[in-house]
């Protein structure tokens, strides 16, 4: 009986073990998943650059991060406020817009427990056309077929926003789609589609693609009045340029000139305070190495990382920035 009871109390105390999971006081290797874009992006990448940061520490940290492909900027806020995700990739637009209860999350108001890590790369409000349209600038776009991103992307609200700033209205104008990003290059290379806006960070697969087939394809200005009144109205938005050498297939002789959004990195309060310094401290500290793994990285600089953020910033974030004198860098409002 007693080798019995000695048994029974093994084997719970295992099981407890096991069934800790996470949780650093156990020993045991807390999981996390960072939610970021399709795959052929820049977010997924991303996600896979801080992952790699990551699990090298995993023996330190006790932490095993992995990636996981989605909708986009939408779908990475619900899932990480809804515990689906530890950590998601989402548009500086599309966090401003959850954190104040707009757009999408108009309904069920401010998502309080929305947190900010730290902002990564620019992106491009980005308009491609094939040639044979003619069109020059977004102004132009008016009864073409134009995708404009899927349902809970972020990119559908920035065509939006472009189109109704220069008075093209979205359901008369235009014959407007709402396919994935990554479907469109062959949609407009099979002729199904004149022209298709994509929020992205360069230079990009998709757009790589768009512009190597047989149609010829410009990458479009998105400029005049109605966007510059947007950029003052909307302090997320910022302008930007596309250099025509990263696309030398296009139709392009100039620099495309647009705006743009950050990408950002969310995760919920609730979210353990160590998990949260350890990632932002892998990627601080390893900055170079972090800014060498794409190209739409070169552009970074440390402070360019707390820019764009308007849900208030994790605890854990809040910790590493002190620790490396960074604090000041940061805008007072996110902090608690």
């Not at 077929?145 to 189109?163: F, H, K, Y």
């Amino acid at each position: 009986m007693r080798r019995l009871l000695a048994t029974l109390v093994v084997l719970t105390m295992v099981a407890a073990f096991v069934f800790a999971g996470g949780e650093q006081e156990g020993g045991g290797t807390r999981f996390v998943t960072i939610g970021t874009g399709g795959v052929t992006g820049v977010y997924y990448p991303t996600g896979g650059a801080i992952s790699r940061m990551v699990n090298a520490k995993s023996d330190e940290y006790n932490i095993r991060a992995s990636v996981e492909s989605t909708a986009g900027s939408v779908y990475n806020i619900n899932s990480v406020l809804n515990g689906d995700l530890d950590f998601g990739i989402a548009q500086s637009d599309r966090q401003y817009q959850a954190s104040n209860g707009l757009a999408e999350w108009e309904a069920t108001g401010a998502q309080e427990d929305l947190r900010s890590v730290f902002s990564i790369h620019p992106e491009s409000i980005t308009l491609i056309a094939a040639a044979e349209t003619g069109a020059e600038s977004i102004a132009d776009l008016a009864g073409l077929r134009v995708n404009i991103g899927n349902p809970g992307s972020g990119q559908l609200q920035n065509s939006i926003d472009a189109l109704e700033a220069v008075g093209i209205d979205v359901e008369n104008d235009i014959q407007a789609e709402q396919v994935k990003a990554v479907e469109a290059p062959g949609l407009l290379q099979d002729g199904r589609l004149d022209a298709f806006f994509y929020t992205v960070g360069h230079p990009n697969g998709n757009i790589l693609e768009a512009t190597s087939g047989r149609i010829p394809v410009k990458i479009l200005d998105i400029t005049g009045p109605g966007i510059d009144d947007l950029l003052s109205r909307l302090p997320y938005y910022a302008p930007a340029s596309i250099p025509a050498a990263l696309y030398p297939q296009s139709a392009n002789t100039a620099d495309a000139r647009t705006f743009g959004v950050k990408a950002t990195l969310v995760t919920a309060a609730s979210v353990p305070e160590d998990v949260v310094y350890a990632i932002t401290k892998e990627v601080f500290e390893n900055f170079e190495d972090f800014k060498s793994l794409h190209p739409a990285y070169q552009v970074l600089t440390p402070e360019s990382m707390l820019q764009g953020l308007s849900a208030p910033l994790h605890d854990g974030a809040i910790r590493y920035y002190e620790e490396a004198g960074m604090i000041g860098m940061i805008n007072p409002e996110l902090l608690p």
